[in-house]
């Protein structure tokens, strides 16, 4: 289903002009104040301060196709800066604040910025600190005023000042900014986004404004200025920031929130969609189980009967209307077996179902404001359990797939092609096909196949107007990934019988055992963490004779069995708590549960200290395993000496 309400442009300052004018006294961002409320602008004068904030960086000397840093969180002040860049036909290098003094000295640098946004005092320290090593850079924005006692250098200006001094030389009549958006070309970069990545020195992933209006022209479902978006994952990652730029597409309601106030804000924004990592309903999902561990008898059966039957209800109408994933092209008879299966399924489930839905569903909705539409949930893979959940009860998840390299939407499931255990369809004007990443040969689509090469594994190449134009100053790590429009996303799927799109590893995470084995370690860990007992792990094994795993355990999974700990040092030389692991590890992975004998796990070592973001995780919580690796490395060489 396409919307028909959503502006359409060639370019991003074109849209965000639009937007300004088709929505002007529709809120477009609240941000939240001290005392947990929200002061909303609209959409009318985010546009009027950004173009006067435009005029006063065209006055700095920022040029057409420049490059402007902004390195700030998720803020009013955030969208702001960036509209006014694409109003100068400047392109934005985007960081987080907490980008390290090293980040710094590099992007800025191989980015030619000149001119740098900063979010507050810290950040600008750090860029202060190798002032020295950026030559090219000449004035500094501060966001977040220091106040009246402190005194600035001449090249470092407030954001305010600068609007006003914008808004002077419009009233003069300067007309720079209508000119430079008549002069933005399709393939002028709106941004560059240096990947904070998994792997290796980051590298900048340039994305043309004909990327971004492709995201847009292409939506599959609609949103309205009817809808209230929460933004919490990083503005500065692709996809966080294609959901903002499509939710003013749209004319959405964005609320900017943080996780320690995502709890309080879901109350009282009441969204109705939203962006988010998998690990946001991984932790909703265990207080959820949490919670009902602890609760009385009678409100623990409801709430497994609640869930079962509910379970039975969606399992069953996703089968009916072609939304059961399919992975090996079921014939008649299986069909047959399976249709009669769930027919009664729905017959014995729909009644109970409808009831406790009432009952202690409607419960579990309200977690989350309770006028909730959906998630999109992308950055890392959601695990299955999860998954199941939150759609079981009544709360869609959308999940999608893509890189910061396709802008970077390259499928999405949407309400009406909701095919758990897939990414949903291939997002339209996108081809993808699945290639043997040992031989090169095409598995998907193969026109000699009847079935084309669904259900075929390989790593998915992709092309479409999303695609990057390459990495800035990188003609050799283009090539690599960039072969004929070609972009080989690293990653490991198939193509389904009911034509979605599925995840099942990624080519550079393989762990190839002494034997020659091939593992992918997602769909193992995803099984792990099904158990309330393990918070993270990960698995490892390469040019070993098995697997292994680092292990942080549960405080308060341990806790519900009666084992208290005040941390996980304390939890480590309990030897009951590895016996509990030992047996969860075994009754997890297993034949059972459709694991070979080689991916088992035979040893595994519990961890002191969780997994943090910023060190052995991204920012949108994938596991980086090279760090961990070299982190753990003493630990992962003594697990399997013992």
Request: hydrophobic fraction near 40%.
């Amino acid at each position: 289903m396409t919307g028909t309400s959503r502006i359409s442009a060639p370019n991003l300052a074109s849209l965000f002009e639009g937007a300004g004018k088709r929505w002007g006294d529709c809120p477009a961002f609240s941000t939240r104040r001290t005392d947990g409320t929200f002061q909303p602008v609209t959409y009318g004068q985010w546009h009027e301060r950004s173009v006067a904030l435009a005029a006063a960086l065209i006055d700095l000397g920022v040029g057409p196709r420049d490059h402007v840093a902004i390195l700030s969180d998720n803020r009013f002040e955030w969208i702001l800066s960036d509209a006014a860049v694409q109003f100068c036909g400047a392109a934005d290098v985007p960081r987080a604040s907490d980008v390290t003094v090293g980040e710094i000295a590099y992007i800025l640098e191989h980015a030619d910025v000149e001119v740098a946004f900063v979010e507050n005092a810290d950040v600008l320290a750090k860029v202060e600190s190798v002032r020295g090593n950026l030559p090219k850079l000449r004035h500094l924005v501060l966001m977040h005023p220091l106040g009246d006692d402190h005194r600035l250098p001449s090249d470092v200006h407030t954001l305010r000042d600068l609007e006003i001094r914008g808004e002077k030389l419009r009233l003069k009549g300067d007309r720079r900014v209508e000119e430079r958006i008549a002069g933005i070309q399709p393939d002028d970069l709106f941004t560059i986004i240096y990947t904070s990545g998994t792997t290796g020195t980051p590298k900048g992933v340039q994305l043309t404004h004909a990327a971004m209006a492709s995201q847009i022209r292409n939506l599959p479902f609609v949103l309205s200025p009817k809808d209230r978006a929460l933004s919490i994952l990083p503005i500065w990652h692709s996809y966080e920031r294609v959901f903002e730029v499509i939710s003013i597409a749209c004319g959405v309601h964005t609320y900017y929130t943080s996780l320690r106030n995502l709890g309080e804000d879901l109350h009282a924004v009441k969204p109705t969609i939203m962006v988010s990592a998998p690990r946001l309903w991984e932790g909703l999902y265990q207080r959820i189980l949490s919670k009902v561990e602890k609760a009385p008898l009678l409100r623990r059966i409801l709430f497994r009967a609640a869930r079962s039957t509910a379970h039975g209800v969606r399992t069953a109408q996703s089968f009916f209307s072609g939304r059961e994933i399919d992975l090996k092209g079921r014939g008649p008879m299986t069909s047959a077996l399976l249709t009669m299966r769930h027919a009664v399924a729905w017959t014995l489930c729909i009644a109970p179902s409808l009831l406790l839905d009432r009952l202690v569903l409607v419960k579990l909705r309200a977690a989350v404001g309770g006028e909730f539409r959906g998630t999109i949930s992308g950055g890392g893979a959601l695990p299955p359990h999860v998954d199941a959940f939150f759609n079981d009860i009544g709360i869609p998840v959308l999940e999608g797939y893509g890189l910061t390299e396709s802008c970077p939407v390259l499928a999405v499931r949407t309400w009406d092609r909701l095919v758990i255990g897939s990414v949903g369809p291939v997002f339209p004007e996108t081809e993808v096909r699945i290639v043997d990443p040992v031989t090169g040969a095409v598995l998907y689509p193969d026109t000699a196949r009847r079935d084309l090469g669904r259900g075929k594994r390989g790593e998915i190449h992709a092309k479409g107007p999303q695609i990057m134009k390459g990495y800035y100053k990188d003609p050799e790590g283009t090539a690599r990934v960039l072969k004929g429009g070609w972009l080989a996303t690293g990653d490991l799927g198939m193509v389904t019988f009911n034509d979605c799109l599925k995840i099942v590893g990624r080519c550079k995470e393989t762990i190839v055992l002494l034997g020659g084995e091939n593992v992918e370690p997602l769909p193992i860990e995803s099984k792990l963490l099904e158990s309330p007992l393990i918070d993270q792990c990960m698995v490892v094994g390469q040019d070993r004779k098995h697997l292994g795993l680092l292990v942080v355990p549960s405080l308060s999974g341990f806790s519900a069995t009666g084992i208290t700990a005040t941390d996980l040092a304390a939890l480590e030389v309990r030897p009951e708590v590895t016996e509990m692991l030992r047996l969860e590890i075994r009754r997890l992975v297993g034949e059972a549960s459709g694991f070979k004998p080689f991916e088992r796990i035979t040893s595994f070592h519990l961890l002191r200290k969780p997994f943090e973001v910023g060190e052995e995780l991204t920012m949108t919580f994938k596991l980086r395993r090279h760090v961990i690796t070299e982190k753990y490395g003493r630990e992962i060489e003594s697990m399997f000496a013992s």
